[in-house]
Structure formats: C-alpha cells, structure tokens
C-alpha cells in the first residue's frame, strides 16, 4: 500500500513547528518559526506572547509545508500535535487548531507527547539507531535517562531531582549576564575559557541512582561569580572580566557535561543496552557530543544523536513520531 501522510504541529514552548511525514518515515516537507528574538528583551519565555505567537504562524507555516511538499490538505491522512508537556495556552494554541482542521478534514488526530517527539528524533538522521536502546534527554524542561525497548516502550531510570540539564545552562547564563537562550551562548564563550580554572561540583556524580540535581552547581558558579566581581550580594550589574567569564562558562559545562556523560554510560552498561541516544536541546552542545562520544567508544557503545536543527523543538520530530505509531498500529485511521 502506498505510504500515509501525517501532518504534525509543534506549539509547546516558543517555536512554531510544522512538518509532513510519511509512514515510512520520511520527512516530505518541514517548517520552523523560533519565537526566540520575540523573547529576548525580556530575558526568557513570556506565555502569553508565546501562545499569541503560535496562533500567528500555524496557517502560513502549513502552508509553506503543502507547499514544499506539493501536497494538498486533502493528501493528509491524519493530523498530529503536541498534547503535552508545555506551556498550557502555547499547547492550547496547537492543539485548538490541530484539533478543528482534522474534524474540519474529517481526518483523526494522533495526539503525541514532547518527549516522546523528541526520543525517536535521533531515528531521522542518516546513520539511525535501532532498538533497544538507553536514551539522554536533555532538554529546557527536562532530564532523564530512559531505556527505550521499543517504540512506545519507554522506561525511566532516572531524572533531575530539580532544574533541567538546559534550564541550569539557561539560568546560570542569565546570572553572569548572557543573552536568552543562555545555552548556545553560554558554550560559546566556554570555548575561549580555560575548564580547569574553578573546581566546581558534580552534583550526584557518586549517587549510584541516575538521577541528576543542577541547582548546586548553578549557586556554586554565582558564588564564584560574586567572589570575582568582588560584591557579597548576588546583582544583576555583576561585572566580570571577559577572561573570568570564559573560565566560568568553560569550568561550568565541564562540570555538568561530565555528570551527563558518566550517568549516560553507566545507565547505558546498566540496561546492557549497545546504543546510547541523545535528544532535546543540550544535545546540541558541542563538548557533550564530543565527550560523550569519546566516553562510549572506550566501552563499545555507539552514540546517536539528533541532528542540530532537530535538537531543538521541531514539527518533524512530532510528525514523524505519529507516523511511527500510525505505521505500528493502521487501526489509528479508524
Ligand atoms: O528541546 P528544547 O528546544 O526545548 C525544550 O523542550 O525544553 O531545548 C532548549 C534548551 C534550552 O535550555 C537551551 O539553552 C538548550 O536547550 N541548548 C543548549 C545548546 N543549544 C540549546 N544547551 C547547551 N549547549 C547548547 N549548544
Ligand atoms: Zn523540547
């Protein structure tokens, strides 16, 4: 039978994502809009803007999909959305639309989860993982570590007891006076820094559980940013020298990228599992990859990771996550 098509919306936090995927998992056409610049002068997400936002795009976004794709709505065979996790009236802007275009199409609506897009994002690179495998998921919102049996069957061995692997990159950045989204510019700088220079935790590294805990390390960087700056209250006018700043941002991804690494592989050994796949937004950091790569090579582990522009929130990990589960189970159309 000829392959089904699955029109999928991703509307969680602050990109507008849309893509057409077909049951054999090919992406036919894909579209972004990353409110980002919208958000920066204020430092971080503001929801009612986001939700706003989304309602703006999702039209023109599908319409550039059909167009990419030279598909016509009536081509669609089902239409997917993020149900959750998220912020409630972004999601509530998704799933509204979604939701009134299938029934207007008289099509079903395959609901998917955020995490779960963003799991099986690894399995549209060239190079593709099969199952089993132990999954890192490192996101703004999120970490865990899951062993993945198969498609659907997801179990967690263990998350972040508080501030996501992104949000502590996020929040540490906007302490020592970097743009939002602090991630990318937070490891940008670190690249210039020297990663010994401060001794800083890692937290839970010696746990024997694979949760993790970021918040610790992030007061540990704003004590030492205080120190340097030379004031005993934490402020928002805290001057660093260009150099100390690098150190700090090298010395703080060090420290967390070295907890996710030996969490990751331990988990990995534990669930005897051959395959490690990384996924979500911190997946894109460069040093992660780097050493996480090095770490699982030494004990025959091969990495998976997303690529960069699919690291971050999309619509083709949603679209091709429903087209999986449409493929497994066709009495999705009925
Ligand atoms: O997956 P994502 O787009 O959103 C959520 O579902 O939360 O991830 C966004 C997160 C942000 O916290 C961002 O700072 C982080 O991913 N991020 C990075 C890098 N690129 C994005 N963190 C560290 N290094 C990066 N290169
Ligand atoms: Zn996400």
């Known amino acids: 039978a000829a392959p089904q098509l699955v029109l999928g919306f991703e509307s969680s936090c602050d990109e507008t994502g849309v893509a057409l ?64 996790p998220g912020l409630p009236g972004a999601l509530m802007a998704g799933t509204a639309f979604a939701t009134s275009l299938a029934m207007g199409l008289g099509k079903p609506v395959i609901p998917v989860h955020h995490l779960e897009g963003h799991l099986l994002s690894p399995l549209l690179s060239a190079t593709s993982p099969e199952f089993p495998f132990t999954a890192l998921l490192v996101s703004g919102g999120h970490s865990q570590l899951m062993a993945v049996q198969t498609l659907g069957q997801y179990t967690l061995l263990g998350e972040t007891l508080d501030d996501a692997a992104g949000e502590a990159f996020d929040k540490t950045a906007k302490m020592i006076g970097l743009p939002y989204p602090g991630g990318p510019a937070l490891s940008a700088l670190a690249e210039r820094g020297d990663p010994t220079r401060f001794k800083l935790p890692r937290p839970m590294l010696h746990s024997g559980d694979f949760n993790f805990s970021f918040s610790g390390l992030k007061t540990a960087v704003l004590t030492t940013a205080m120190k340097l700056a030379g004031v005993a209250q934490p402020s928002e006018t805290m001057v660093l020298n260009p150099q100390d700043k690098a150190d700090l941002c090298a010395s703080f991804q060090a420290a967390i990228v070295d907890v996710l690494v030996k969490k990751s592989i331990a988990a990995t050994r534990e669930s005897q599992h051959q395959r490690l796949v990384v996924a979500g937004g911190v997946g894109a950091n460069r040093l992660l990859r ?43 159309l009925n």
């Open 21 to 84: 995927c077909t049951t054999e998992g090919t992406i036919l056409g894909q579209a972004l809009h990353s409110q980002i610049a919208m958000h920066k002068d204020y430092g971080g997400v503001v929801p009612e803007l986001a939700s706003r936002d989304h309602i703006r795009r999702l039209i023109p976004l599908m319409n550039q999909v059909l167009a990419q794709s030279g598909k016509t709505l009536q081509d669609v065979d089902a239409i997917a959305v993020t149900t959750g």
């Open 290 to 332: 780097t050493q996480l790569t090095e770490a699982a090579s030494k004990r025959g582990i091969q990495v998976y990771f997303p690529e960069l522009s699919l690291c971050t929130d999309n619509g083709a990990m949603i679209a091709f996550a429903a087209a999986l589960r449409l493929k497994a189970n066709p009495k999705l």
